[in-house]
């Protein structure tokens, strides 16, 4: 770096302090300059102790932007007796990984000595090169330090998750960041001290208020409104609100695949309680993160079947409407009839009946290769049909009612039934109707014995929550 010391990091140790970013040059190097994350490093904690005490295993870091993923991975750079090598997944090749791993195999060998490979961003690493670390964490030839923002179940190989300890770090709070700023602000060495500065309180509440837990955008920001500003006739640079507003913008919401599927499965969950979060989360999906209405749309009509079904067959008719409505329209006219839909199906009487009928008719079709049709609902429109004995089905619009009681299922599941209807809406009229041709003995009472604990009313069922492959 033309000559200049360079910390493990990479990072130019430079006299003037203004030659490195204010964020760079305040990140902590110790546990106790540490900002948040109380359940993970404060006093006593495991990681902490693993940290002070040169003990790290292999771990994955997840959290939000600047929640300190890559700063834990700084201290932990700064007191290992160990080497420390960094690596951005976003240009690490294959070939990095495993240039790293045989130095680490001849480190370990010949000196004893421990290597920790942090990867930064380790999410932008595909499944293939995620698989090179295996060997070399497994054998424990490299200490392996991910850190990501993205769900690490949905974007890290399994086997790599397996071996290595998660700790989730979560969004920093106003009071952490301002804590941060204020530090920034009196640090003559590495913050801007060295100004004759004056932040207004209500520029500080700005900062922090809009970078939402990201210290690093705030200490940005706050650099930016510091060095654009010139100085009053006494020297003193003095950032108003109106300096802060300029000097941060509201972030654009990260909308990786993750965030997505979570707001999705939000929505999809909200249809089952809430009409205000259902339409909350649509809207913001669609305002925030840019995802297409059609995506809402879709896991609606699901959901109509999934969770409401018969109890107000109405539902789906209102979804489906509302995506045709949409293709029609466009949006934004066309967020309306897919309002409508979402507020009729949420306000709408709620049962997972048909979701546990179908569950039901899979579970029996799995339970046996084959199943034989009755003779008497087999195919008869050609001629000679009889003689393979293909006679005795019952027409049921000659019977009063326009229902008669006989064999439609296979022999096995003759007297199962798969579907039961609950109590709510539209289908507490379906039971009463079955009930009545059923009779009150028979397939009746057998089915009541089996069905037990699926006819009541499904408002209080613990199994609404459960997800379905078509569900969330």
């Given at each position: 770096?033309?000559?200049?010391?360079?910390?493990?990091?990479g990072?130019?140790?430079?006299?003037?302090?203004?030659m490195r970013?204010?964020?760079?040059?305040?990140?902590?190097?110790?546990?106790?300059?540490f900002?948040?994350?109380?359940?993970l490093?404060?006093?006593?904690?495991?990681l902490?102790?693993?940290?002070e005490s040169?003990?790290?295993?292999?771990i994955?870091?997840?959290?939000p932007?600047g929640?300190g993923?890559?700063?834990?991975?700084h201290i932990?750079?700064?007191?290992?007796?160990?080497?420390?090598?960094?690596l951005n997944a976003v240009?690490?090749?294959?070939?990095d990984?495993?240039?790293?791993?045989e130095?680490?195999?001849r480190n370990?060998r010949?000196?004893?000595?421990?290597?920790?490979l942090?990867l930064d961003e380790?999410?932008?690493?595909n499944?293939a090169?995620?698989d090179a670390?295996?060997?070399?964490?497994?054998?424990?030839?490299?200490i392996?330090?991910?850190?990501?923002?993205?769900?690490p179940?949905?974007t890290?190989n399994?086997a790599?998750?397996?071996?290595?300890?998660?700790y989730r770090?979560?969004?920093?709070?106003?009071?952490?960041?301002l804590?941060a700023m204020?530090?920034?602000?009196?640090?003559?060495?590495?913050?801007l001290g060295?100004?004759?500065?004056r932040?207004?309180?209500?520029?500080m509440?700005?900062?922090?208020?809009?970078?939402?837990?990201?210290i690093r955008?705030a200490?940005?920001?706050l650099?930016?409104?510091?060095?654009?500003t010139?100085?009053g006739p006494d020297?003193t640079?003095?950032?108003?609100?109106q300096?802060?507003?300029?000097?941060?913008?509201?972030?654009?919401?990260?909308a990786?695949?993750?965030?997505?599927?979570?707001?999705?499965?939000?929505?999809?969950k909200s249809?089952?309680?809430?009409?205000?979060?259902?339409?909350?989360w649509?809207?913001?999906?669609v305002?925030?993160?840019g995802?297409?209405?059609l995506?809402?749309?879709r896991?609606?009509t699901?959901?109509?079947?999934?969770?409401?079904?018969l109890?107000?067959?109405q539902?789906l008719?209102?979804a489906v409407s509302?995506?045709?409505?949409?293709?029609?329209?466009?949006?934004?006219e066309?967020?309306?009839?897919?309002?409508q839909?979402?507020?009729?199906?949420v306000?709408?009487p709620?049962s997972?009946s048909?979701l546990?009928?179908?569950?039901?008719a899979m579970?029996a079709i799995?339970?046996q290769p084959s199943y034989?049709?009755?003779?008497?609902?087999?195919d008869?429109?050609?001629?000679?049909?009889?003689k393979?004995g293909?006679?005795?089905y019952?027409?049921?619009h000659?019977?009063?009612?326009?229902?008669?009681e006989?064999?439609?299922?296979p022999d096995?599941?003759k007297?199962?039934?798969f579907?039961?209807?609950?109590s709510?809406?539209?289908?507490?009229?379906?039971?009463a109707?079955?009930e009545r041709?059923?009779?009150?003995?028979?397939?009746?009472?057998?089915a009541r014995?089996?069905?037990?604990?699926?006819?009541?009313?499904?408002s209080?069922?613990?199994?609404?929550d459960?997800?379905?492959a078509?569900?969330?």
């Amino acid at each position: 770096m033309n000559g200049k010391e360079a910390d493990l990091f990479g990072h130019a140790l430079e006299n003037d302090p203004r030659m490195r970013l204010l964020a760079d040059r305040m990140r902590p190097d110790t546990l106790d300059e540490f900002i948040g994350q109380e359940h993970l490093v404060g006093p006593g904690k495991l990681l902490r102790r693993a940290i002070e005490s040169d003990a790290v295993s292999s771990i994955i870091l997840f959290g939000p932007p600047g929640s300190g993923k890559t700063t834990l991975a700084h201290i932990i750079s700064k007191r290992t007796k160990g080497d420390f090598v960094r690596l951005n997944a976003v240009d690490a090749t294959v070939k990095d990984v495993r240039d790293v791993i045989e130095r680490a195999e001849r480190n370990r060998r010949l000196y004893g000595r421990k290597t920790i490979l942090f990867l930064d961003e380790v999410h932008r690493f595909n499944h293939a090169r995620q698989d090179a670390l295996l060997p070399a964490v497994e054998k424990g030839t490299i200490i392996f330090i991910g850190a990501t923002t993205e769900n690490p179940y949905h974007t890290i190989n399994g086997a790599l998750l397996s071996r290595s300890t998660l700790y989730r770090l979560y969004p920093l709070t106003r009071e952490h960041v301002l804590e941060a700023m204020r530090r920034a602000i009196a640090d003559p060495v590495k913050g801007l001290g060295f100004m004759k500065l004056r932040v207004d309180e209500d520029a500080m509440l700005h900062i922090a208020t809009v970078a939402n837990g990201d210290i690093r955008r705030a200490l940005s920001a706050l650099e930016l409104a510091a060095m654009a500003t010139p100085p009053g006739p006494d020297g003193t640079v003095h950032i108003t609100l109106q300096t802060a507003e300029e000097a941060i913008r509201q972030p654009t919401v990260q909308a990786d695949e993750s965030t997505q599927y979570d707001v999705l499965s939000a929505f999809h969950k909200s249809v089952r309680g809430s009409s205000d979060a259902a339409l909350f989360w649509f809207l913001y999906g669609v305002e925030k993160l840019g995802m297409d209405p059609l995506v809402f749309v879709r896991r609606l009509t699901v959901a109509c079947s999934e969770d409401i079904g018969l109890a107000n067959p109405q539902a789906l008719v209102q979804a489906v409407s509302a995506w045709q409505a949409y293709e029609r329209i466009g949006w934004p006219e066309g967020r309306l009839p897919i309002a409508q839909a979402i507020l009729f199906a949420v306000e709408s009487p709620k049962s997972n009946s048909v979701l546990r009928a179908v569950d039901n008719a899979m579970e029996a079709i799995a339970r046996q290769p084959s199943y034989e049709v009755p003779m008497h609902i087999r195919d008869n429109n050609y001629k000679s049909a009889a003689k393979l004995g293909h006679t005795g089905y019952k027409y049921p619009h000659d019977y009063p009612g326009h229902y008669v009681e006989q064999q439609y299922a296979p022999d096995p599941l003759k007297d199962r039934l798969f579907y039961h209807p609950t109590s709510q809406g539209m289908e507490e009229r379906i039971r009463a109707g079955r009930e009545r041709r059923l009779g009150m003995g028979g397939r009746a009472a057998e089915a009541r014995a089996n069905g037990a604990a699926d006819t009541r009313d499904d408002s209080s069922d613990a199994e609404q929550d459960k997800p379905s492959a078509a569900g969330t």
